[in-house]
């Protein structure tokens, strides 16, 4: 067994490209093979086991080895494993999955185009934005505003509205109608404890910004209710609301990216919900189906698709589309996911359990090297600082996110660790108070571990 492990890192090495990785780092440490899954927990190659406290990537939310979703997926495959959109083909799995995602989201959102993850429906988005402006009458409608932090997938024109420096970096990004205002960003603001200043002052740069553009230029601003792969910061509550009449005022689109944020991620079904805010649009995926398959979603308000119905004859096409957009089996598995948030209980657990979850976060920040901890439902995140008086950071040198990472792993827990030494946290909704419980000891654990290194005792203020 072992021999043949090594072979199979081997054809990995020399054939699989890896999502965001340095291609020489991955080279030279080759991969962490997985095997198996369960619950919460996952097993490698070398049958060590781990609590994933990730989800995989924000997106296994109803945990590992949920059977029916197994046996849904396989009863479609057998039945209809493929139907095209094109040509007025349908299937009735993906009318079905639109019907219950527009039931179950915010009120006024009330048409779904499916694509195959959360970067591709951002992409859509931005197609569909540039097809309605053009449609209404109001072509100089093309630049878009985003928040620095923010993650908008990883297509050629969504990285641009990502705003972090790697999806940047020898791409030509970003794009010439792509700006960004600051991120609310709590922990690291001048306003710290001021939630209403922070909110006002967030409304006044996306005013600013437009008034700089040229308000008959600007289409939409872009944001997720809760960053994620900026490090999950959480604005404070009625910041979403406040930024939503905001773009009513100054007439342009809000695009909400729920990719991470929705299907009960943090605590209701959609992040949007928690303030009764109805975006234009908004991005969904990893959540829809739990990751099993791949699928994303375009939920659109009605204004925007009559605009872009009304816009051309009607014997002339709306020119975008995917071979596997509405995928009868990824509609399928959807269905069943959202039946196990519902009716399964799963939605309700998650938030039951983020009560354990917040005591998990409030009990590890009194740790040396804990700056902040923050979240909101079973999302969050632990800022490590060199000091917490200054919030100054640990020296880049440090590389201390590789080694939190590699920590961890050998103390059986997967986390998130950002660049810039912040702990993301995603657990599954299924997840126990045992387990909770559990993943907060490992982190713990790992943190206690590190505080005994030599140079990163040296380096804490």
Request: aromatic letters at 8%; proline letters at 4%; glycine letters at 10%.
């Amino acid at each position: 067994m072992h021999q043949s492990n090594r072979s199979l890192l081997d054809i990995d090495r020399d054939h699989l490209i890896h999502s965001v990785t340095s291609f020489r780092a991955h080279e030279a440490r080759g991969a962490t093979m997985l095997q198996s899954g369960k619950g919460m927990w996952l097993t490698d190659m070398d049958g060590r086991e781990v609590l994933d406290a990730f989800a995989g990537l924000w997106c296994v939310n109803v945990g590992y080895g949920q059977d029916s979703i197994v046996e849904a997926a396989a009863e479609q495959m057998r039945r209809l494993p493929y139907a095209t959109g094109y040509f007025h083909f349908g299937c009735e799995p993906a009318a079905r999955l639109a019907e219950r995602l527009v039931a179950l989201s915010p009120e006024g959102l009330d048409h779904v185009y499916f694509t195959l993850g959360g970067s591709d429906a951002v992409d859509s988005a931005i197609r569909y934005i540039t097809h309605y402006f053009n449609a209404i009458g109001k072509p100089t409608k093309k630049q878009c505003i985003a928040l620095e932090r923010g993650y908008h997938g990883s297509s050629s024109s969504g990285a641009g509205l990502t705003a972090l420096a790697n999806f940047h970096r020898n791409f030509d990004l970003p794009l010439r109608w792509q700006h960004h205002i600051a991120s609310p960003y709590p922990y690291r603001s001048d306003l710290e404890g001021d939630d209403s200043a922070i909110i006002a002052r967030s409304v006044q740069q996306l005013k600013d910004k437009v008034a700089d553009l040229g308000a008959d230029n600007v289409a939409a601003f872009f944001c997720e209710p809760i960053q994620g792969s900026g490090g999950v910061i959480v604005p404070p509550v009625g910041w979403l609301k406040a930024m939503r009449q905001a773009c009513d005022e100054l007439d342009i689109l809000l695009v909400a990216d729920e990719v991470i944020t929705a299907f009960g991620r943090t605590g209701p079904m959609f992040a949007c919900e928690a303030e009764g805010v109805t975006p234009d649009l908004m991005t969904v995926a990893k959540g829809l189906t739990a990751g099993y398959v791949p699928m994303g979603a375009v939920l659109m308000s009605d204004k925007v698709y009559q605009g872009i119905a009304d816009g051309a004859a009607a014997d002339v096409v709306i020119g975008h589309g995917a071979t596997y957009s509405g995928h009868p089996v990824s509609a399928a598995v959807g269905l069943e996911v959202l039946r196990l948030y519902t009716d399964g209980g799963i939605l309700a657990n998650g938030q039951k359990v983020a009560a354990r979850f917040d005591a998990g976060l409030a009990g590890i920040a009194d740790h040396p090297m804990v700056g902040d901890t923050r979240g909101r439902g079973l999302l969050g995140a632990i800022e490590l600082v060199a000091d917490k008086g200054t919030k100054a950071r640990f020296d880049p040198a440090l590389k201390i996110a590789d080694r939190l990472f590699a920590d961890g792993y050998a103390n059986g827990v997967i986390f998130r660790a950002f660049a810039d030494n912040i702990i993301g946290l995603a657990p599954a909704l299924c997840a126990s108070d045992a387990e909770m419980d559990e993943i907060f000891a490992r982190i713990r654990k790992t943190l206690d571990g590190l505080l005994e290194q030599a140079d990163i005792r040296a380096a804490l203020g």
